[in-house]
Every structure is written in structure tokens, then in C-alpha cells.
């Protein structure tokens, strides 16, 4: 960029700014040459800028322009910190006014786009930003008892955010605790972060006593040392009104969705790889099992979202924990069957969503811990379930096919609500082949490979076309094929009529392609001299 067409950009952004009505259209400008913009002129024009970003603030905005000053003003932090006296400048002089105006914004009006500059603010600035913590915790608490979805999640995110910046904050100054949230564990950061995780833990055991008080009976114990913690945590929540049930109902297990988000989200990988949390795992597992385990029969609350949520929460957990839940597989593999257990005798769209959520996380546990999962332990009851999943997808058409089996030629109508389903099924079979293959007992993975087989040949000879389901059921076939287990042979003549049909009946070209090296590789081990095989598809290029 020329020295001339830098100046023309930047009269033209002050232009814009100036005008309530091109305001957007200069941010988005100045986001775009943020980063080649050269330090001089930087620093010549930064002040004014951030004088005119505090009057948006301040005076009338809409959420378009709160949306793309957050992804400016990102663009410009990035480059002012390098700038020291910039860097500077920001922290003394505008950060603590910008987040005074920010969060009545929030409160008010519950911007998702004034949470996400409030977040970078946090990000890049935790020092100064951390003075705040009665009014985070003000809004963070509101939050919690929020329907709107997109709100809570962006709530989650800054409430992670804090806690993580507080973590850096107390690990970079260790003799200085004025502008961190409070640390009951003392100055080791891994505590901090623990203490927050514990708190949750506790809200969340209250909301299910309250929730059904007769059927409860795991109880949780948490540990002395973060007992100081509940009274100086972010978050404080009101309790809940019982004049209206069906309110109260509701509001409860809108609150235990949005702390299961909060958790999850702590419980994420920082972005800075340099901090390392620690995790009260018996303490989550426990207040899981708390949650997982509650039964009624009450209509007025929805147990499926509540379970998706706490198994998002386990999701989370083994992600970024995974080496530390190795001496509880048990209680995981308890968790996973309990769960496919409860949901086994519906058949609803809701219970096959809790289903597939549970494959999800089986997939998530068996991926990070592989063969020390201890997955054999709990593979013969778990297949059952796989088993049963897998038949309904085309249980559905049997009665039909031996009526009719004229039609077993032709495209017939399928309940394709089983698909969801399935698709969560065969990846968790995925996982359990390409991970745990070797540790599986011989009759174990024998029932597995046939169960998947005759699924394909049912949904095939069905005609049932679904691209996305076809291409993940095809990584599945190609892996099995490639097992190299030594309790099993070849399973070659069982694979060839799949793939050939998967060649001639599909029309997209990925998945063909696929189909069609799959086929190669099963033709190399027969054939190791032969040339390569080409099935033409049925459908026209066109």
C-alpha cells in the first residue's frame, strides 16, 4: 500500500465514521487494512478512532455496528499490542470506560455482539478488565436462567474467558492479587480453575434435588478445600419461583441446560496452550451420575435435554481430561449404558436424539483413550445396543418385502428419522474398529463385522439413498476390510456386492471415487496382478 492510497483509505474510513449512516461501511474498512496499515499512521489515527468507537457506545448503535467493531476492533488490538504505546494507552485510558458502557449493554438489551467485544477486551486486556467482577457476575448469573440460546452461548464463552484470563492473570503475578476474580485455593492457577468447575458442580446438584427430591439418591461430596469457593464464585442464583409448576418446570431445566453449557465450556482446551487446568474429575463424574440417574414421571420436564446436556458435559470432560479418567472407564462405561438402557424402550425422535448423543460421547471416550479404555469390559452389553439400533433402520420394511418382493427392484419410501441415528451408530462402531479392534474378543468383533455387514446388505437391497450416510458408512466397510485382526480372515467376497452397489447407485462423484478405490484395494489383495477395476455408474454425467 502507498503512502498516498494509505490517506485516501483513511479519509475515507473518518468519512464514514463521522456518518451514522456509513458507520458500518467504515469499520468494515478499517477491519480490512487493519493489518497493513503502517505503525505511523497508526499511531496518528488510533486516538481518534477509539474516540469515535466510545460515541458509538455511547449514543445510538444497532447490532450490526456493535457486531463489526468487535471484528475491528480485534484486527486493531492484534496490532496495537505490538505498539507499546498504543498497548499502553488502551489499557490506562479506554479499556475500563469501554467495558462500563458495554455491560448495561448486555443487561439491557442481551447483545450477543456487545458479549463478543466484551470478550475481546477480556482476551487481550484480563488485568484491567478483571476489576469488574460484580458486574460480570450480575449478568453471567442472569444468563444462566436464559432461553435464548445463542445469548447463553456466547455467555458461556465469556464466563470461560474470565476464568481462564483470571488464571493468567494470578500465574503471571503471583504477588499481586488486585485485579483477579478471587482465588480461594491460593495462587496455584490449577485450583483457581478448579474451584469455578466444583461451584457449577454444586449449582447443578441443587437444581437436580430440587428437580425430583424422592428419586435422588447418589449423593456428591465435594472437597474442603474448595468449600470457601461458593461464596466468592461469579455466579449466585435467585431460586426460582413454584407460584406457576409449569414455569417452574421450565426454568429449572433451563437452568440445568445452561450450567451444563457454562461447564462445558470450561472445561474446553484453552486457546493458550501454555495454561493447563486442572480438572476435579470424581466431582463432575459424581454430579453426572446425579443428574444421568434421575427418573420421573412427571410431563411438565423434558429428561432427554437434560441428559444431551450433562453428556455434553462428559463429552467435554474426556476431551481435554482424557489421561486423568483412565481409573474411572467404569463409571463412564456405567454412564454410556445406563444412558442407552433408559432410552432403549422409545422410540420417539427425542429418545433417538439422547441415543445418538450417547453414541457421540462413547465415540469421543473410545477415540482419546483407545485401547486403555478398558472398553472390552462393557462391549458385549453395548453391542446389544448397536445391534438393536441398527435393525430398526430396517425393521420397518420386512413385513413389506416378503409381501411384495417385486419392489425389492425399485426405489421404496423409508422413514429416513432413523437416520440420525444410524449415522451416530456406525460412527461409534468407526471408532471402536479403527481404535479398539485388538482388545475386543474374538466373538465380540465376529458379532460387530456381521451386524454392519447385514445392514448394508439391507440397506442396499432397499435402495434407500442418503449420500452423507452412504459416504460415512463406507469409511466404516473400508476400515473393516482392513482390520488386521488375527482371530478373522478376509472378508472380501462379503464387501464386493456392496461396493459395486455403492459405484452404480450413487451419483455423486466423491463417493463414487471412494467406492471405487475401496473396490481397487479389495481387487489388489485378490488379484495383485490384475489392472484396475471400473464400474460405470447407472447415472447419467449429466
Known amino acids: 500500500?502507498?503512502?498516498?492510497?494509505?490517506?485516501?483509505?483513511?479519509?475515507?474510513?473518518?468519512?464514514?465514521?463521522?456518518?451514522?449512516?456509513?458507520?458500518?461501511?467504515?469499520?468494515?474498512?478499517?477491519?480490512?487494512?487493519?493489518?497493513?496499515?503502517?505503525?505511523?499512521?497508526?499511531?496518528?489515527?488510533?486516538?481518534?478512532?477509539m474516540t469515535k468507537f466510545t460515541a458509538l457506545l455511547k449514543n445510538q448503535y444497532n447490532p450490526e455496528d456493535l457486531f463489526v467493531l468487535s471484528k475491528t476492533l480485534l484486527v486493531l488490538i492484534q496490532r496495537c499490542k505490538k505498539i507499546p504505546e498504543l498497548d499502553k494507552k488502551i489499557s490506562i485510558d479506554f479499556v475500563k470506560h469501554w467495558i462500563g458502557l458495554i455491560c448495561p449493554i448486555i443487561q439491557k438489551e442481551e447483545s450477543v455482539e456487545a458479549l463478543n467485544l466484551l470478550q475481546v477486551l477480556i482476551f487481550y486486556y484480563p488485568e484491567a478488565s478483571l476489576k469488574f467482577k460484580s458486574i460480570y457476575g450480575e449478568f453471567l448469573s442472569k444468563c444462566i436462567d436464559n432461553q435464548d440460546e445463542l445469548f447463553t452461548n456466547s455467555?458461556?464463552?465469556?464466563?470461560?474467558?474470565?476464568?481462564?484470563?483470571?488464571e493468567r492473570?494470578?500465574?503471571?503475578?503471583?504477588?499481586?492479587s488486585t485485579y483477579q476474580l478471587s482465588n480461594p485455593g491460593g495462587q496455584d492457577p490449577h485450583r483457581f480453575h478448579i474451584s469455578h468447575q466444583v461451584h457449577l458442580c454444586r449449582l447443578l446438584c441443587v437444581a437436580f434435588t430440587e428437580l425430583d427430591k424422592a428419586t435422588i439418591k447418589h449423593?456428591?461430596?465435594?472437597?474442603?478445600?474448595?468449600?470457601?469457593?461458593?461464596?466468592?464464585?461469579?455466579?449466585?442464583?435467585?431460586?426460582?419461583?413454584?407460584?406457576?409448576?409449569?414455569?417452574?418446570?421450565?426454568?429449572?431445566?433451563?437452568?440445568?441446560?445452561?450450567?451444563?453449557?457454562?461447564?462445558?465450556?470450561?472445561?474446553?482446551?484453552?486457546?493458550?496452550?501454555?495454561?493447563?487446568?486442572?480438572?476435579?474429575?470424581?466431582?463432575?463424574?459424581?454430579?453426572?451420575?446425579?443428574?444421568?440417574?434421575?427418573?420421573?414421571?412427571?410431563?411438565?420436564?423434558?429428561?432427554?435435554?437434560?441428559?444431551?446436556s450433562l453428556l455434553n458435559v462428559l463429552s467435554s470432560l474426556i476431551i481435554r481430561f482424557h489421561k486423568k479418567l483412565l481409573?474411572?472407564?467404569?463409571?463412564?462405561?456405567?454412564?454410556?449404558?445406563?444412558?442407552?438402557?433408559?432410552?432403549?424402550?422409545?422410540?420417539?425422535?427425542?429418545?433417538?436424539?439422547?441415543?445418538?448423543?450417547?453414541?457421540?460421547?462413547?465415540s469421543i471416550w473410545i477415540k482419546y483413550t483407545g485401547?486403555?479404555?478398558?472398553?472390552?469390559?462393557?462391549?458385549?452389553?453395548?453391542?446389544?445396543?448397536?445391534?438393536?439400533?441398527?435393525?430398526?433402520?430396517?425393521?420397518?420394511?420386512?413385513?413389506?418385502?416378503?409381501?411384495?418382493?417385486?419392489?425389492?427392484?425399485?426405489?421404496?419410501?423409508f422413514d429416513k428419522s432413523y437416520i440420525p441415528l444410524a449415522t451416530?451408530?456406525?460412527?461409534?462402531?468407526?471408532?471402536?474398529?479403527?481404535?479398539?479392534?485388538?482388545?475386543?474378543?474374538?466373538?465380540?468383533?465376529?458379532n460387530i463385522t456381521k451386524q454392519v455387514l447385514g445392514f448394508s446388505f439391507k440397506k442396499f437391497q432397499l435402495n434407500i439413498k442418503d449420500e452423507e450416510f452412504d459416504k460415512i458408512l463406507l469409511q466404516l466397510l473400508c476400515s473393516i476390510?482392513?482390520?488386521?485382526?488375527?482371530?478373522?480372515?478376509?472378508?472380501?467376497?462379503?464387501?464386493?456386492?456392496?461396493?459395486?452397489?455403492?459405484c452404480l447407485n450413487n451419483c455423486r462423484l466423491e463417493l463414487k471415487e471412494e467406492a471405487q478405490k475401496c473396490l481397487n484395494q479389495i481387487m489388489t489383495r485378490m488379484y495383485p496382478t490384475s489392472p484396475s477395476l471400473t464400474v460405470k455408474s447407472s447415472c447419467n454425467d449429466a
Open 219 to 308: 449423593a456428591v461430596e465435594f472437597h474442603s478445600k474448595y468449600e470457601e469457593s461458593s461464596s466468592m464464585n461469579l455466579l449466585n442464583l435467585p431460586e426460582l419461583s413454584q407460584h406457576n409448576l409449569n414455569a417452574y418446570y421450565s426454568g429449572l431445566e433451563t437452568r440445568i441446560i445452561n450450567l451444563c453449557l457454562f461447564l462445558s465450556e470450561l472445561l474446553r482446551a484453552p486457546k493458550n496452550p501454555s495454561v493447563r487446568p486442572g480438572t476435579e474429575a470424581q466431582t463432575i463424574l459424581s454430579t453426572l451420575q446425579k443428574g444421568l440417574k434421575i427418573t420421573t414421571d412427571d410431563n411438565l420436564i423434558d429428561l432427554v435435554n437434560i441428559r444431551c
Open 371 to 413: 485401547m486403555l479404555s478398558h472398553f472390552e469390559v462393557a462391549a458385549e452389553h453395548i453391542e446389544k445396543h448397536i445391534f438393536n439400533d441398527l435393525e430398526d433402520m430396517t425393521r420397518l420394511k420386512k413385513h413389506n418385502d416378503e409381501k411384495c418382493p417385486e419392489l425389492m427392484e425399485k426405489d421404496i419410501s
Open 1 to 49: 500500500m502507498s503512502g498516498k492510497s494509505a490517506e485516501e483509505f483513511i479519509t475515507t474510513i473518518n468519512s464514514n465514521l463521522d456518518s451514522q449512516n456509513n458507520r458500518s461501511d467504515g469499520l468494515r474498512l478499517l477491519k480490512q487494512i487493519g493489518f497493513i496499515i503502517t505503525e505511523e499512521s497508526l499511531i496518528k489515527n488510533f486516538p481518534h478512532w
Open 481 to 502: 476390510e482392513n482390520i488386521d485382526h488375527p482371530s478373522r480372515g478376509s472378508l472380501i467376497q462379503e464387501m464386493l456386492p456392496i461396493f459395486k452397489s455403492i
Open 327 to 362: 481409573c474411572h472407564s467404569s463409571v463412564i462405561h456405567d454412564l454410556i449404558l445406563h444412558t442407552l438402557n433408559c432410552s432403549s424402550k422409545c422410540t420417539n425422535k427425542s429418545s433417538q436424539r439422547l441415543r445418538g448423543a450417547t453414541y457421540d460421547t462413547l
Open 424 to 446: 451416530k451408530v456406525l460412527q461409534a462402531v468407526h471408532s471402536i474398529i479403527l481404535n479398539v479392534n485388538y482388545i475386543l474378543k474374538p466373538i465380540t468383533l465376529e
Open 169 to 176: 492473570s494470578s500465574k503471571n503475578s503471583s504477588n499481586s
Open 155 to 166: 455467555a458461556a464463552k465469556t464466563y470461560a474467558l474470565l476464568v481462564r484470563a483470571s
